[in-house]
């Protein structure tokens, strides 16, 4: 199956360190990747290929593979960060794509 | 810089078709993938389909019945048809690019995203 899990919420104070978590059984074989979305806007690309960061995404946003779980990682949390994310995947033969349900993370 | 637009009616009448389109600006839409995905109000991303430059498509099994992407190089658009649509199908409609797909490998992912417009379904 292709299904992406996500916890529907995480919590941290400022200057502490998020840990978004998204487990699939298809994620030993694909890539992850994941996004941001603020309220109203599209969602925007913060990490591709489990761990590569695009230009213009600040350095305190990482990811990382293991096994069937791959996690978003925000050091440093700003209020800024505050956003819904959402990983995301494919099957193994790249024809269909997949997301998780998204993580709210609240910035307290 | 790539920059997608979305267009068509706000308002769909239920068992209508709902239909999109979707301008590419700053860059050719002959070459990668191009994907359409949707967001019921309050709720996460779905999948709906993509279509490729020589416009073969793949859609996502719960809607594969009722969906058509189509293309348009010379326009530099691609669209959206979905048939028969219910108070369910009310959601925010993204375009989006998939920048590292080609005919040899594919790297499924979406940047850019259009800025996404909203289509609700009511009579």
């Known amino acids: 199956s292709y299904e992406l899990t996500q916890p529907p919420s995480v919590s941290v104070s400022p200057g502490q360190t998020a840990r978004i978590t998204c487990s699939g059984d298809v994620l030993p074989k694909q890539y992850a990747y994941w996004y941001q979305q603020k309220p109203g806007q599209a969602p925007v690309l913060v990490i591709y290929k489990d761990s590569e960061r695009p230009s213009g995404i600040p350095e305190r946003f990482s990811g990382s593979s293991s096994g069937t779980t791959v996690t978003l990682t925000i050091s440093g949390v700003q209020a800024e960060d505050e956003a819904d994310y959402y990983c995301?995947?494919?099957?193994?033969?790249?024809?269909?794509?997949?997301f998780g349900g998204g993580t709210k993370l609240t910035v307290l | 810089q790539v920059q997608l637009q979305e267009s068509g009616p706000g308002l769909v009448k239920p068992s209508e078709t709902l239909s999109l389109t979707c301008t590419v600006s700053?860059?050719?839409?002959?070459?990668?993938?191009w994907s359409w995905i949707r967001q019921p109000p309050g709720k996460g991303l779905e999948w709906i389909g993509y279509?490729?430059?020589?416009?073969?498509?793949n859609y996502n099994p719960s809607l594969k019945s009722r969906v058509t992407i189509s293309i348009a190089t010379s326009k530099n658009q691609f669209s959206l048809k979905l048939t028969s649509v219910t108070a369910a199908d009310t959601a925010v409609y993204y375009c989006?690019?998939?920048?590292?797909?080609?005919?040899?490998?594919?790297?499924?992912?979406?940047?850019?995203w259009g800025q996404g417009t909203l289509v609700t379904v009511s009579s």
């Open positions: 995301q995947s494919a099957d193994s033969s790249e024809t269909y794509r997949v």
């Open positions: 279509i490729d430059y020589i416009g073969s498509t």
């Open positions: 700053g860059g050719s839409i002959s070459s990668y993938y």
């Open positions: 989006a690019r998939e920048p590292d797909c080609s005919s040899t490998t594919c790297y499924a992912y979406f940047d850019p």
